[in-house]
């Protein structure tokens, strides 16, 4: 079942603050996050076990709520390279297999 | 360390011609996976590997195959293309599962259009 993203789209002020949300419907292990600038490869940013973990590196973060089998990724005081396309992953069992939501792109302006 | 390669970059294939769709990684993961890549769709998952000799069948199978041999090595055979194959392929690897400080290391993808 793939995890549904929002929002879709976000455009964003250099400095300005934003939040990306991932859901699924079914039972999480855990959650990883990626980020793909146009015509490049996805770039693993960061992975939550499920236990309601956060973690976050730079201006970058993300929390895990198991129950709520949600998980958010902040991005705070927004810099141009963090413009593209963010996607979630979550895997559901042991497998590692990621199940990937649609994408969030990102655009961050001066 | 190159990490994940793919090859070609970019292919044209006519309707029902064949191809195989190369992968290699020099990270000695285990896992590997074969996405594809649809505008607004997210990344689908085609097939994967947990090790040497072992395949299975991920979200999208109908249309291709795989194989591994080596743990380095992981092509994606298309055969009969079709136009609904176009696509952009990535291959990725991991770690196993239990190692949860590293996601997947993707390759730069393939971009396959099928006329």
């Known amino acids: 079942q793939q995890p549904v993203q929002s929002p879709q789209a976000v455009i964003l002020r250099e400095g300005e603050d934003a939040v990306i949300n991932c859901s699924s419907s079914k039972a999480l292990y855990s959650v990883h996050w990626y980020r793909q600038k146009h015509g490049e490869a996805p770039i693993f940013l960061m992975i939550?076990?499920?236990?309601?973990e956060q973690k976050g590196h730079d201006k970058i973060s993300a929390s895990f709520n198991e129950k709520k089998q949600q998980s958010s990724l902040y991005l705070t005081a927004s810099q141009l390279s963090y413009s593209g396309t963010y996607f979630c992953?979550?895997?559901?069992?042991?497998?590692?297999?990621?199940?990937f939501g649609k994408g969030t792109k990102l655009s961050v302006k001066p | 360390n190159a990490g994940v390669t793919q090859t070609p970059k970019f292919r044209i294939l006519k309707i029902g011609q064949s191809m195989t769709l190369q992968c290699t990684q020099d990270m000695n993961h285990n896992y590997m996976y074969w996405y594809r890549q649809d505008p607004g769709m997210g990344l689908k998952l085609i097939y994967y590997s947990v090790g040497a000799g072992i395949t299975d069948k991920g979200e999208v199978p109908n249309g291709y195959n795989v194989s591994r041999s080596t743990t380095e090595d992981f092509p994606l055979r298309l055969e009969l293309a079709a136009p609904s194959q176009t696509s952009v392929y990535f291959c990725?690897?991991?770690?196993?599962?239990?190692?949860?400080?590293?996601?997947?290391?993707f390759g730069s993808g393939t971009r396959l259009t099928v006329v």
């Open positions: 990725a690897s991991s770690y196993s599962p239990g190692d949860h400080n590293y996601g997947y290391t």
């Open positions: 992953g979550t895997e559901g069992g042991s497998q590692g297999n990621l199940i």
């Open positions: 939550l076990l499920k236990g309601g």
